[in-house]
């Protein structure tokens, strides 16, 4: 490769960077447009509220079951073509949900179409930027997250604004419009990792880390099967505590509006937590940053149960929001360290499907501790202890051994 090649390759990386924060904000935002637009249209179609909930949760179960599939696809296809695709579908999801005449077909269209098309930004994205990157790959990772991150900070108050102006059916068709009119062109600037790109292609780059390993050899990997569990525990930690947060809040006697602030605040903490890992994953190493912060994770949970006042609120929220969202952008990090370029699309894939069906637990299990203790305080006694769980797991992991180099042979 010329200078020029390599000056030309080391300036475009970071346009993959910015293509894929801005495509995970919006597809990311969009989606969770929902809560925002529940009650209007709970009043508009006297759809139970419930009901119109659950799109989410058949979203995040869409999400897991298709976050391998594209990822194995943007393997085969390249991620350009899987993320234009994901792209077209979002919109045209949200415009028909947007005409949805029943809650089956709102469920349906919201949950599958919606959950489905936005699970193809997510690991094709993270795939492709690992392949990207040798150098400072943990910062440019957190950065895609970081971008993904903005979405509570921008589409939601978009959709808010939108739907204080318009009815619920019409703002849903803006943001389908948005995101068909911004996604489709930028999915465009995606191109796959030098090394797999062009005439000179290879399938797995000379001197990569396990080169030889099949798909099927990665997914009964140990060290794949622990990145698995680890991404599961780690999101089922964090689940219970950002959905159940601002109702515990209320429950101790703060007001609506103050305690739907702590979300804010741990919103942007998060999008600080996502840089300073990416930093420190990058000098001291993924796997030992995750770990310390798994644990973090743990104790940041459990300091939930111990505050009752705003104040107290606004400081764990700060400091848990910018541990666990920190965490989550490493995970694709170790999976690049361990496993061929040629793969990423699957395995990266593979652990966000599990970190998905992390998420759908919280929800659920929080909604059912409360209805039967009428308090939140085994919410965060038991996520402290799946968090433990995650952070021992994760120590357990071991990178597959070097490749040993061939001596030279002995002069005759």
């Known amino acids: 490769m010329s200078h020029a090649e390599f000056q030309t390759q080391s300036s475009y990386r970071w346009v993959i960077v910015a293509a894929g924060g801005l495509l995970g904000c919006i597809a990311i935002g969009a989606m969770f447009s929902l809560p925002v ?3 209007p249209i709970s009043r508009d179609t006297g759809w139970s509220v419930t009901g119109v909930s659950s799109a989410m949760t058949i979203g ?4 897991a079951l298709a976050s391998m599939i594209w990822g194995t696809l943007s393997d085969r ?13 979002l919109a045209a ?5 947007s005409q949805a005449t029943s809650l089956i077909e709102f469920q349906l269209v919201f949950g599958l179409a919606v959950g489905g098309a936005t699970a193809a930004i997510f690991a094709p994205m993270m795939a492709c930027v690992t392949g990207w990157f040798d150098t400072h790959r943990s910062l440019a990772v957190s950065l895609v997250s970081a971008g993904m991150g903005m979405a509570p900070m921008t589409m939601s108050p978009f959709a808010a604004w939108l739907v204080t102006i318009y009815d619920w059916r019409t703002s849903l068709l803006i943001i389908a419009a948005l995101a068909g009119a911004v996604m489709i062109p930028v999915a465009l600037l995606v191109r796959r990792p030098p090394a797999l790109e062009g005439p000179n292609a290879v399938a797995s780059p000379d001197g990569e880390q396990q080169s030889a390993m099949s798909v099927g050899q990665a997914m009964r990997s140990p060290q794949f099967i622990i990145l698995f569990l680890t991404n599961f525990f780690c999101c089922a930690t964090h689940s219970g505590p950002i959905f159940h ?28 937590g996502r840089v300073a ?15 310390s912060g798994l644990l973090l994770q743990a104790f940041g949970a459990l300091a939930y149960f111990f505050v009752r006042d705003l104040g107290a609120f606004y400081a764990v929220a700060a400091v848990f929001g910018f541990i666990y969202a920190g965490v989550m952008p490493l995970y694709a990090v170790i999976a690049r360290e361990n496993f061929p370029l040629r793969m990423m699309g699957t395995v990266i894939g593979g652990t966000a499907m599990a970190g998905s069906l992390g998420m759908a637990t ?18 965060y006694i038991g996520a402290w202890g799946i968090g433990i769980g995650a952070f021992l797991i994760a120590l357990t992991f071991r990178p597959f051994p070097k490749a ?9």
């Open 37 to 39: 637009f529940l009650v």
């Open 60 to 63: 995040f179960v869409a999400m």
């Open 77 to 89: 296809w390249g991620p350009r073509v899987v993320v234009s695709i994901g792209s077209a579908v």
């Open 93 to 97: 999801a949200l415009a028909l949900a």
């Open 245 to 272: 947060t601002v109702s515990y809040a209320i429950s101790c006697g703060i007001p609506m509006i103050a305690a739907v602030s702590i979300y804010s605040v741990e919103g942007l903490a998060g999008m600080g």
């Open 277 to 291: 890992f990416g930093l420190f994953g990058d000098r001291f190493g993924a796997k030992r940053v995750l770990v």
């Open 362 to 379: 919280g929800p659920l299990a929080g909604g059912l501790i409360y209805d039967t203790f009428a308090s939140y305080g085994w919410l």
């Open 404 to 412: 040993k180099a061939e001596p030279a042979p002995l002069p005759a």
